[in-house]
């Protein structure tokens, strides 16, 4: 057996005993592909938006595959929007998009940029797309909710009505 | 951009978080309050609470309405109160909450007057406002 096919089998062995053994103690721990990755999106979720805009644009650099890069690129907009750096929180989200259009969280983070840069149109497009991709998203109705008080702000007008009416008179 | 922050939706799959992100919205808002009064009822309103307008409602700018009838006892508390009509459910826990709120005069010694049910309807509307007055 030469060297290289020793190794190779010593490797495989390794990697089955490993398996076995987590199978007898009933334990399947699926490590992050990505850890930079993984915990930028922590870092962001905790609003540690400078510390998870560093890991994950580390993450981005070895990123495999669309899933991840898409991540990536979408937390990267998010992280972004978070330090109020618009400008590049666009180039990312611009990225993003420009590798999946029904990217609807995409959609919805660079409408939130065009509300805040009061590009109202851009933002209505983005909002209109993003909701044929996910009709429900709650965030796409919040930053729609954010376009209309800009483009259509209104006041509410509470009227309390004590009059009897004929059909509460005949309960 | 204010520093309002908030992050709204987190969805989790695999290890990776992927981000929506909007601002809370914090902003005070200007509501107007009319309020149409009984001629007919003995019974004088002291604490009429005013509903809060849902925040979703306003949002997605939905109008509407509820009507919830209670019984006034003798010390003018509200008592047994239930939603007899509501146009969309958004708008019957801020109303139930007011009418829970609100209460009447006592009746005075000597004054008495059945339980007589009354009912209360709360309208939510929404005003356009030109927009130089917002900014």
Not at chain 2, 109 to 128: A, D, H, I, W
Request: net charge neutral; glycine share 4%; proline share 4%.
């Amino acid at each position: 057996m030469s060297r290289p096919a020793a190794f190779a089998f010593v490797l495989i062995a390794t990697i089955l005993l490993v398996s076995i053994s987590s199978s007898e103690e009933s334990k399947v721990v699926i490590g992050p592909r990505n850890p930079d990755l993984t915990e930028g999106a922590q870092e962001l979720l905790a609003g540690n938006a400078e510390t998870g805009v560093k890991l994950t644009l580390r993450g981005l650099v070895v990123a495999q595959g669309k899933r991840e890069k898409e991540a990536a690129l979408s937390n990267l907009c998010a992280g972004y929007i978070m330090i109020n750096d618009l400008d590049s929180a666009l180039t990312y989200c611009n990225m993003l998009l420009a590798e999946n259009d029904q990217h609807w969280r995409g959609r919805n983070n660079r409408a939130l940029i065009y509300v805040l840069r009061a590009e109202y149109d851009k933002a209505e497009e983005d909002l209109a797309i993003g909701q044929e991709v996910n009709p429900n998203a709650r965030t796409l109705k919040v930053v729609k909710g954010m376009l209309l008080d800009k483009t259509h702000p209104v006041e509410s007008n509470i009227i309390i009505d004590d009059r009897r009416s004929r059909k509460a008179d005949e309960e | 951009m204010s520093n309002r922050l908030a992050i709204l939706l987190i969805a989790i799959c695999s290890g990776l978080a992927t981000l929506d992100v909007a601002l809370s919205d914090n902003d005070t808002r200007v509501t107007r309050i009319t309020h149409f009064e009984d001629s007919s009822s003995d019974r004088i309103p002291t604490v009429t609470a005013v509903p809060q307008y849902p925040e979703k409602a306003r949002r997605d700018r939905i109008e509407g309405e509820a009507t919830i009838c209670y019984l006034i006892d003798s010390r003018g508390r509200i008592k047994r109160p239930s939603v007899r009509q509501s146009s969309h459910k958004m708008f019957a826990k801020p109303s139930m909450k007011a009418i829970r709120q609100s209460s009447y005069e006592p009746l005075r010694p000597g004054q008495n007057l059945s339980q007589v049910k009354s009912c209360r309807t709360y309208r939510f509307l929404l005003n356009p406002v030109a927009i130089e007055e917002v900014e």
